[in-house]
C-alpha cells in the first residue's frame, strides 16, 4: 500500500489544520480499505516518532496520544481511501512531520500505539506551529 500525506504547513498558536492521507496501490485490489487500520505519528526535530492517533480496528474506537486528546480527531472515507486527522487548538509543540501508516490485516493483534505496528508508511507532511 503507498500512503500520501498532505496538508500540512504554517500555521499560528490556536489555528487548525486538516491532514488528509491517500492509500493506493495493487494491494488495496485484493482487501477493502475499511479492513486496514490507520494510524498517524509524528516527529519532531530531535526527537523520535510519537504515536498521534489510531482509527482504531474492526470498529473499536479510535486512540490518540495524550498530548492531543480533544484537540486531534481522526477520520476515514473508506470509498476514497483516505483518511484524515482534523488538528485543532494547534500548539508549538504540535511542530513536526507527521506520518500516516497503514497497517493491513494480518492478524496484527498488539498495540496500534506502536509503530511497529504497521507495515506502510506516508512520506510524510510538515507542520509547523508559530508562537
Known amino acids: 500500500v503507498q500512503l500520501q500525506a498532505s496538508g500540512g504547513g504554517l500555521v499560528q498558536t490556536g489555528g487548525s489544520l486538516r491532514l488528509s492521507c491517500a492509500a493506493s496501490?495493487?494491494?488495496?485490489?485484493?482487501?477493502?480499505?475499511?479492513?486496514?487500520?490507520m494510524g498517524w505519528f509524528r516527529q519532531a526535530p530531535g526527537k523520535e516518532r510519537e504515536f498521534v492517533a489510531t482509527?482504531?480496528?474492526?470498529?473499536?474506537?479510535?486512540a490518540y496520544a495524550d498530548a492531543v486528546k480533544g484537540r486531534f480527531t481522526i477520520s476515514r472515507d473508506n470509498a476514497k481511501n483516505m483518511v484524515y486527522l482534523q488538528m485543532n487548538s494547534l500548539k508549538p509543540e504540535d511542530t513536526g512531520v507527521y506520518y500516516c501508516?497503514?497497517?493491513?490485516?494480518?492478524?496484527?493483534?498488539?498495540?496500534?500505539?506502536?509503530?511497529?505496528?504497521?507495515?506502510?508508511w506516508g512520506q510524510g507532511t510538515q507542520v509547523t506551529v508559530s508562537s
Open positions: 496501490g495493487r494491494t488495496l485490489s485484493r482487501l477493502t480499505f475499511s479492513s486496514v487500520t
Open positions: 482509527d482504531g480496528h474492526r470498529g473499536a474506537d479510535p
Open positions: 501508516a497503514a497497517c493491513l490485516p494480518h492478524g496484527y493483534d498488539g498495540s496500534y500505539r506502536q509503530a511497529s505496528a504497521y507495515d506502510s
